[in-house]
């Protein structure tokens, strides 16, 4: 007998990172649907807050915070304030990202961010009797990107989308190892590598015709995913459907990683 979709995450309470847009967002809003308590958390505290307003329209239970992932203390703070505005906490979603900055930048939001939810998270859950903690890396973080930005012009070759694949490909290695450290204490770590999806971050690359029937043409499905694609993988990954399930990137990618 299995648990119906809508009460999956009934006794759950989860933690999103970048829960203001695109995948954080939709991803809140699943969790919610399927009765978990969520904190939404993004630097930008009032696009947070916008999902709360989405969650609590739907009749689901949500709060905001503010949070700068590479700040651990903010991590730190972030989860406090679930457990004291929940109770508990038993899913991380490590999902806050950013494309087209510089190294450093990138560097710090991208892997030392997701690096210092899974410093908290795993130790939290190990502490409290285990939980779910989802990565968001991308196909970046499974191979190296082509795209528009490929040149026979070495000098224009863009330094950011090297940071951006590094970083990614750290996620996924960070997801190993924190699944094999912490599995014995009931902690399942997993990443996603979502394909290009439809949010603000490729706004601009979609907004040109001829770069997003390119970006098309690299998913097998002949077309780009929706937000709510990811967000059906990170709520599976969540549930104790994947209870055995520890240690694996997901691509949820349209067959992009297949080709
Ligand atoms: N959109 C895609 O095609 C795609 C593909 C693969 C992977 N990803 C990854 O998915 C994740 C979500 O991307 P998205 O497409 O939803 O982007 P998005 O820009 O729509 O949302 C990202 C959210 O993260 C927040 N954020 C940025 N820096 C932060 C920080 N330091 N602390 C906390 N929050 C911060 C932003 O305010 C924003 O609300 C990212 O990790 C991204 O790298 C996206």
Redesign the pocket.
Known sequence: MGTALDSRLNDKVALV??????????SAIRFAAEGAKVLC????TQ??EGTVGLIAEAGGAADSVG????DQAQMEAAFERAVEQFGKLNVLFN?????GSEWQQTI???LT?VHNGLLRGAKFFAANGGGSIIN?????GLAGLTGPHVTDDPDEIQPNVGA?VAA?HGVVGLTKQFAVTFGRFGVRVNAI??????????AEARSDDATEEYLISLHPLGR??Q?EE?AAAASFLASDDASFINGVTLPVDGGYTAR
């Open positions: 990172t970048g829960a203001g847009s695109g995948i954080g967002r939709a958390a993004d630097i930008d696009a947070a949070l700068d992932v590479t999902n806050a990202g950013i494309a710090d939001v991208n961010g968001t890396a991308s196909v970046a951006y990614k590598a979502p394909g290009y999806i439809v949010t603000p971050m490729t780009l995913g937000p990811i």
